[in-house]
């Protein structure tokens, strides 16, 4: 795993938490329509301004995709919560 990462929403502990809790799931995850639909924004809540937990569920599967190397799911995350871009 990365260690060097930037956070916006979550913190690096509550992080590693949750990438040691979601263990070897990460297969499962991508063939998962509700976790697939939560990365596009689709379902309920769709158009509205995000909530601080979301956003903070969405950066968590964010850098866990990173650290799997699924960056197209990355993309998918970084177009459908905008606020997790990061100005470089």
Do not use: W
């Not at 939560?38 to 601080?52: A, L, S």
């Not at 969405?58 to 190397?69: G, V």
């Amino acid at each position: 795993m990365a260690t060097t990462k930037e956070f916006k929403y979550i913190d690096k502990d509550k992080y590693m938490d949750f990438a040691v809790g979601m263990g070897d799931k990460v297969e499962e995850l991508l063939n998962d329509r509700i976790i697939l639909d939560f990365f596009k924004r689709q379902g309920e809540g769709v158009g509205e301004k995000p909530t601080e937990e979301l956003l903070q569920l969405a950066e968590s599967f964010l850098h866990l995709m990173i650290d799997h190397e699924e960056y197209e799911l990355c993309q998918t995350i970084v177009n459908n919560y905008p606020e997790l871009r990061i100005n470089c």
